[in-house]
């Protein structure tokens, strides 16, 4: 049975969390309103304290203190909370033929042609050199002016739609109109207008400053310290006559994470530490300070051990981490019977079918692979049909069609169990992505079955 409650709260996650700090911030809400404190501010910890763990308001952990030894393992559940986007860069701001453009760089596994002719929302933060940070959302308000990347009109584009999908539109084309200097006519033009004809050029860059100025006190320079990320405009909504879908930008891996949140709020630890880890840059190989692939789980775990245990150990950590078990909370890719081609059918996820264990990730040949022990996958199954949680087992693609990589690999090297466990998605790493009420249910099911074992 669907979760209305939970489904309406996943939808307003995912309209006000299209950005990793905007995550961050309703995780941290969230948390703190069940009682988890920042680790920063306890001094000690014991049984049934909850305490969580900020890194660069980028990536955050929540942990839920049980009565065993923390040498003997947690129960973790692990998502990302990047989701792939266009990126402002450093200096983005600039005009052409009377258009004001800002340039992007895209984030993450896009299809570029997706990305045009759609309306785009403007979401991230300015830091300035006085040690003050602006807070920027245009774009979600119906008052709001939204972006947009042109195209080409089909009376046009005989030679673009002659090439390969991967060329239609290329990376340097992804830049979003933000503004029109409209030219006076030549007639109202005075001399001394046409004396200052050189002036006039870049007269709607300066236009657009001043409306930043006015509004956000932003100068130019200031972009060269800001994360500025362009994403789809609009809020989550459901799909179909029925009712039965979610439509909605960055459900990959928002949809894994707020159900791992919401269980890890909704679950009270009792023999295990439990925890609810949510990272950064996932997208682009879980790389940078807040990426999977970093020592920011060491660390943290690390100041863990610190205020659990009577004396620090670096070999306590280590066993910590080493007798983990842990759900990589990341989506697999949904059976399209429109491409069935692309599947096979019997070891594919579909809409509706329950949370999905994929035993390997990777590709072709299981590269970049991380796989379960049968084991553990067997004490899982066991714990799911306890729980009356529906699953299915998939691969993302036929063998030598492609596949993909999650944050798994990243938790294996510390020696832990570590299965991924997901809601299926139809239209992966589009502007708007597909996913079912049933699914986010069973996913959020699962996760709380898993936080008992």
């Not at 939204?146 to 009376?155: E, G, N, R």
């Not at 860059?205 to 994403?231: P, R």
Request: aromatic letters at 6%; charged letters at 25%; hydrophobic letters at 35%.
């Amino acid at each position: 049975m669907i979760n209305e409650t939970l489904v309406e709260e996943y939808k307003e996650f995912l309209s006000l969390g299209k950005t990793e700090r905007e995550c961050v911030n309703q995780i941290v809400l969230a948390a703190e309103k069940a009682g988890y404190k920042n680790i920063e501010k306890v001094k000690k910890l014991k049984k049934g304290d909850k305490v969580y763990i900020v890194k660069m308001n980028k990536a955050v952990a929540l942990f839920n203190i049980g009565s065993d030894s923390i040498e003997n393992g947690m129960n973790i559940l692990g998502a990302h909370i990047d989701s792939p986007r266009l990126d402002a860069k450093q200096n983005p701001l600039y005009e052409k033929e009377n258009i004001t453009y800002l340039n992007t760089h895209y984030y993450g596994g896009i299809k570029k042609y997706q990305w045009t002719a759609l309306p785009l929302a403007i979401h991230g933060v300015v830091c300035k050199t006085d040690g003050t940070s602006v807070n920027v959302v245009i774009g979600e308000e119906e008052s709001d002016p939204v972006f947009c990347i042109s195209d080409i009109l089909p009376h046009l584009a005989q030679e673009q739609m002659a090439g390969k999908a991967a060329d239609i539109i290329k990376g340097e084309d992804l830049d979003i109109i933000i503004g029109l200097n409209v030219p006076a006519l030549k007639s109202d033009k005075t001399e001394k207008d046409k004396k200052e004809k050189k002036e006039e050029k870049q007269a709607g860059k300066k236009i657009i400053l001043k409306l930043l100025k006015e509004k956000y006190g932003i100068e130019e320079s200031d972009f060269q310290s800001a994360e500025l990320e362009i994403v789809p405009a609009g809020k989550a909504r459901d799909l179909g006559l029925d009712r039965a879908l979610i439509l909605s930008y960055g459900q990959d891996d928002r949809s894994c994470a707020f159900t791992s949140l919401k269980a890890m709020l909704d679950v009270p630890a009792k023999k295990r530490t439990t925890c609810c880890l949510c990272v950064d840059k996932e997208e682009i190989g879980s790389v940078g300070a807040t990426g999977m692939a970093s020592f920011l789980f060491d660390n943290m775990v690390s100041e863990l051990v610190d205020k659990v245990e009577k004396s620090y150990s670096e070999l306590t950590v280590k066993r910590a981490l080493a007798n983990s078990n842990m759900l990589s909370s990341d989506v697999n890719s949904a059976y399209d019977p429109i491409n069935a081609g692309l599947y096979d059918k019997d070891n594919a996820s579909t809409l509706g079918g329950g949370v999905v264990f994929n035993k390997y990730t990777g590709s072709r040949g299981k590269s970049g692979a991380s796989d379960a022990n049968p084991e553990f996958l067997a004490k899982l199954r066991g714990c799911m049909d306890k729980a009356g949680v529906k699953y299915q087992m998939a691969e993302l693609g036929k063998v030598d069609q492609g596949g993909g990589g999650t944050i798994a690999y990243h938790a294996a090297r510390y020696g832990m169990n570590v299965l991924d466990a997901g809601v299926s998605v139809l239209s992966m790493h589009a502007p708007w992505e597909i996913t079912s009420k049933e699914d986010i249910t069973q996913a959020y099911e699962c996760y709380k079955a898993f936080l008992t074992i």
